[in-house]
């Protein structure tokens, strides 16, 4: 009876492993890379906004490592997906375009310097006056590590209504 109980004990610790792995997988938009040992960011990839509105939405980064200090810088921009880019190309993901009239979009803070085994949280402000034409604007949020863009950068959606 001692054996078995030590068997379903084990297949306990197994199955609870599984399901803790299999929910680390889920719910990933606007978040990269999965839980691991590299920097973590998170923010919502998006975001309605009625016009003359003013929402505020956070990111968050966690440096894991590396072992010393980064500089980490954010911007936002409006951009459409370059049709030619490959990752193996080099190039950027992005064409960047102008910001339309009445959409104002700022970071605070922009520039800082991460340490490791630290959580960094910024805030994201979206104006949209009563101007601004409704519709669906593609924003590209530019994260970079010493200079270098990260490929946690990613898209976010302003749906204006």
């Known amino acids: 009876m001692e ?3 030590v068997k379903i004990g084990a297949l306990a610790i197994v199955c609870l492993a599984l399901v803790a792995g299999a929910l680390s ?10 839980p691991g040992g590299g ?3 998170s923010f919502n990839d998006h975001i309605d906004i009625k016009a003359g509105e003013t929402k505020t ?4 980064l966690m440096i894991r490592r590396p072992d010393s200090p980064v500089n980490v810088s954010y911007g936002i921009f409006k951009a459409e ?3 030619d ?11 960047k375009l102008p910001m339309p009239e009445g ?3 700022s970071i605070k803070p922009d520039e800082f310097v991460a340490y490791p085994n630290r959580t960094y949280n910024s805030t ?7 101007e601004l034409d409704k519709g669906e604007y593609q924003l590209f949020l530019e994260i970079l590590f010493d200079d270098s863009r990260w490929p946690g950068s990613g898209w976010i959606v302003v749906n204006v209504d």
């Open 81 to 83: 997906k370059a049709e």
């Open 57 to 60: 939405t956070d990111i968050t």
């Open 103 to 105: 959409l104002d979009i």
């Open 3 to 5: 054996r078995l109980a």
């Open 124 to 130: 994201i402000l979206i104006e949209a006056s009563t």
């Open 39 to 41: 920097p973590f960011v």
């Open 85 to 95: 880019y490959s990752p193996s190309k080099g190039g950027m993901p992005y064409e």
């Open 25 to 34: 997988c889920n719910g990933n938009a606007g978040r990269y890379p999965p």
